[in-house]
């Protein structure tokens, strides 16, 4: 597969001109990654978790691609509707008001036991998938959702509850079962976690399976990117006729078409080390304070070790540690995967500073 690999060079001039920070969206690359990854995936049902980045000129493009949208609140589901009134919708997410638990929707993703009393007891129909949190073993993930006690899904007793409560009544529609145990994971270990998961389906009898997103992509490596092909045939093989397979990947999807751009306000030596601050911080992408990495950025111009913080009066806003880049004041810092769980992850009001523009490229 001709996997588009990150495009580690500077942007144009005008995407970087004016005012500062900025998210830069290429949604260009966003079509071409999402054409390979439809490409890769044949007849398995493609969703977008829309928490990962909302926006609406992504979702815009996303739209052409994907076969629904994969909401978790009734603010995400409004959003949705709003945009792409025609799309289909699944809505998943702990902790449902009875608002949001009666919305109409394509596909409703049960929690718990609870959440499916409360459908019932109002009387409404609903298509519903069953979240489970199986019993298996996930090594080598980033974030775990499931294979032990979470509070996301149920555990097989919890889904026992469920069907034993669906019996003898037509209101409520089971569809089959939804299963999000892992984030982090390159596709052999998905494809691993996913045989389970259908294993377990089969045995209830169901044959329209949801298994989630998660898949892995790399802020350490930014060109090693998640095998679609492999995953894409792997699954081919998993599936037996009859079977509807959803995947609802967020992250791998959107995360290298956004850029964060900002500019170099001072550069200063502190007890030995290099520091260069920049406009904008981790209030406007706190995903290296949340996951711990140095962002990955397009390094220019070689130097000494640099670490390089924002603007706000804390230690945790730092954007990457020692990276060897020459930056002087003025110089321009670009960001890149910063496409998902970025700005919509991030504490936008602490400190007040003002908020980064955001441009689109490519289309
Ligand atoms: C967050 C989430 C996703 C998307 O996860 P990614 O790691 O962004 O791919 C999919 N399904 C559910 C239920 C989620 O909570």
Known sequence: MTAILPTQTPMSETATTGRLPAF???????????????????????????????????LKVLARHVDGFEVASGGELAHVRALHPDMPIAFGGPGKTDEELFSAVTRLHV???????????????????????????????????????????????????????????DDIRLRGIHAHLASGLDAPRMLELAAAILDYARGLGVTEINLGGGMAVSYADPGRRFDWQTYGRGLAELRRPGEVLRIEPGRSLTVYCGRYVTRVIDVKRVHGELFAVVAGGTHHIRTPATKGHSQPMIIREAGEPTTIVGQLCTPKDTLARRVPVSLRPGDIVEFIMAGAYAWNISHHDFLMHPKPSFRYVGE
Not at 46 to 53: E, I
Request: with cysteine; aromatic share 4%.
């Open 24 to 58: 830069v969206y290429d949604l260009a690359e966003l079509d071409a990654h999402m054409k390979d990854i439809r490409a890769a995936l044949g007849d398995i049902e493609l969703y977008y978790a829309v928490k990962a980045n909302p926006d609406p000129e992504l």
């Open 111 to 169: 929690e718990s036991p609870g959440e499916l009393r409360r459908l019932l007891a109002s009387g409404r129909s609903a298509d519903v998938l069953l979240r489970v949190n199986l019993d298996v073993p996930i090594e080598g993930a980033s974030l775990a959702m499931g294979g032990g006690a979470t509070p996301f899904g149920m555990d097989p007793q919890g889904i026992a509850e469920c069907l034993e409560l669906l019996a003898e009544q």
